[in-house]
């Protein structure tokens, strides 16, 4: 049994010093997770304004949510540039590729649960774990930008999980369907993104759990009960 | 509402829990799974005390394991993670139990009081250590007579002396009983010469030497996996009350006229409706429990929603007078040997 060594735990707490921003190990992964950034925002945009013709009445309300993503996505464009990186944009398509196949698919049959259960919960689940865990390693510009972004994510979360929870009986079963179908892609996404995160001193084992947390709260307040969360979930956690 | 956060006492019991409980995939899942697994709230329980008073409470698993203990960063993620946990639950009084609160004090969390969105509250977190200090002096001083050791002539050993429990009980001890004397064992020596004269009293001694004397040894501190005790070194007869964490006294020493009870157990009066207590591995699960869990339960019925035990030296003879008297009116008492429990009467 293993026992806590003070002197061992106290070495082990420098980890969480600042990244370098200025070298090129650093530039060259930052190419690639501001890309995907920048593309999940402008996606989150599409995404919102595509729910908006299969939710009509609350069309309004999406385009208000979409142009938010639109704002962030332009913070997220200067993060780049004030770090003199140019973001890697055809990474970022083929990261969200089969994510965004699934949508589409889904948009074409209809499915407002599976559209909303992508963008609305998985995307932004995922996209708040990764702020919150970028924040305090962040260079202050982006620091500041993404501070401002992430309370706004915070709306969109909450904005599928309302919906969600206002129609849960009716949605329930193809929640289930798109977990199954869609968890696996975000988590082999946190695969694809580990080593560059790493880079920027954000570690995977964060980022899956802080995910989880997110998406988990949320089907929570949807009403699912902590045993079909956790079965839900697991699909994010076996590869 | 009540919160304990708890976790198993290895990954291998951590993954029979999981599978008992139905969750087949995070059981399967290896080592680096469980670290990025979620804290869970497990179960809510109802539990009537013999006031008449009944309060509902919650177990939070961390999902840490001891073998994530050498890795910094998600030992003190699993900890922050569950208490961001409880306070989002709404929960008034939480205790942190088994490895946690040592995380917490050992690593620093108080700098971490933001968790995501969350500033975490500390009002809303006991350590239980008042409790757990309390319940070991009451285990002293019911159990050394039975073995045939009077206290008045005993000499108690603290190991541990200096620690936040140590010192409680050390002061407890000096104050409150007429042990005849006290020998104070820990590792640094400033410290305990502090201790020493605050408490006017107690002879500083080296472990073996302290062993060797002592008739009573109370163990507050975690033991190193190397340390060897020879039990003829030992006097005979001698009471061991094991109140570290984790517990692993009697497989060091026992039998031969030594005795090893578990200290800072509780024992409530009626089976509570709950099953994650075999995760602690007691002896009777529905009714038995960390003193540090039933310190949040007890502060709970008395609407004490405070952060009543926390930091380090900040227990006081106050304190344990009334979470000792909360104690033995909401039905606790203290586990003694030959399992025959003995109301904790004062």
Redesign the interface.
Known sequence: ????N?P??SV??G?DALPDFTTSAYKDAYSRINAIVIEGEQEAHDNYISLGTLIPEQAEELSRLAKMEMKHMKGFTACGRNLGVQADMPFAKDFFGPLHGNFQIALREGKVVTCLLIQALLIEAFA?SAY?IYIPVADPFARKITEGV??DE?THLNYGQEWLKANYEASRDELFEANKANLPLIRSMLEDVAADAAVLHM????L???F??AY??ALNEIGFT??DI??M???A??I | MFGLIGHST?FEAARRKALE??????A??DL??W????????EHVEVTSPAGITIEGAYIDSCFV??M??R???AR?KVL?AME?AQ?KGINITALGG?TS??FE???LLQHQTV??TTLDWQRFTTGNTHTAWVICRQVENNAPSLGIDLKTAKVAVVGATGDIGSAVCRWLTARTNVGELLLVARQPQPLADLQSELGGGRILALSDALSEADVVVWVA????TLEIDNNSLKKPCLMIDGGY?K?LDSKVAGGGIHVLKGGIVEFCRDIGWSMMEIAEMDKPQRQMFACFAEAMLLEFERCHTNFSWGRNNITLEKMDFIGAASVRHGFSTLNLNKNLQAAVA
């Open positions: 049994m293993p026992t806590l003070a061992e735990v082990l707490e980890h708040i919150h992430v309370k915070y570690e995977k084992e964060d899956i759990e802080d989880l947390i988990q709260e902590s045993r956790a079965k979930a697991a699909a956690l076996s | 290895s409980l139905g969750f087949d995939h995070i399967e899942g680096d799974v670290c990025s697994a979620p804290p869970q709230l497990v001891p073998e203990l050498s910094f960063k998600t993620r993670n946990l989002k490895f040592i995380i050992n690593f620093n995501r969105s975690s033991m190193p996996r984790p692993n």
